[in-house]
């Protein structure tokens, strides 16, 4: 007797993020299944609803990339470098999810249901970078009366480069060189002077 086929969840979710981002939440579960290779009724087996796949297949990673490089900062780290550092990180995160923040938030009537009743990633992302730049400036290390707002210039700016790039294929520089402009224009307002 022939072993039954193994059904590889990412499989799944790998069809069923390409058709949603190609093609939106108008997609049939048929579509998707053909696509990944399995039968329709295997795709509710494991996801329950259309809404819970588009939410599987579309969803944030609960473990963001820059918390490693978050927990990693010390009183003598270079806040310039962890800024740098934060930058890199951002951007890769932006260019892979700011399609699908967009997709999630185009049918968020028809998928508010299951989504997870937690913070989204980009306002953990604030809380985290102002609390770094709050410790920071404590430190006199970075000077600035709103570190909530630092925190945001960073992160704006480096999810506008993705926001740019996907929506319009508009990228005067690459994400490198961006994130070093980004970073060095910052700092010029942050960094502590010479005291006088």
Do not use: M, R
């Given at each position: 007797m022939p072993r039954p086929t193994v059904i590889?969840?990412?499989a799944i979710l790998t069809a069923a993020r390409t058709s949603f981002l190609e093609r939106g939440f108008s997609v049939t579960t048929a579509e998707i299944a053909k696509s990944a290779g399995v039968s329709e009724g295997s795709i509710y087996k494991r996801f329950g609803s259309k809404a819970e796949l588009f939410c599987s297949a579309l969803q944030i990673p609960r473990q963001l990339p820059w918390e490693g490089l978050l927990s990693e900062v010390t009183h003598e780290s270079d806040p310039k470098q962890v800024l740098l550092d934060m930058g890199h990180a951002l951007i890769s995160f932006y260019r892979e999810h700011i399609g699908r923040m967009l997709k999630i938030h185009a049918?968020?009537?028809e998928i508010l249901h299951a989504l997870p009743p937690e913070l989204p990633p980009p306002i953990k992302a604030v809380s985290a970078m102002t609390s770094i730049v709050t410790e920071q400036?404590?430190?006199d290390r970075i000077v600035s009366q709103y570190p909530e707002t630092v925190a945001r210039m960073l992160l704006g700016a480096?999810?506008?480069y993705a926001f740019f790039e996907l929506m319009f294929n508009y990228t005067p520089t690459s994400p490198e060189e961006y994130v070093e402009q980004v970073v060095e224009s910052l700092?010029?307002?942050i960094a502590?002077?010479?005291s006088e």
């Open positions: 590889d969840d990412e049918h968020l009537n400036i404590a430190e480096i999810a506008n700092w010029n307002g502590p002077g010479e």
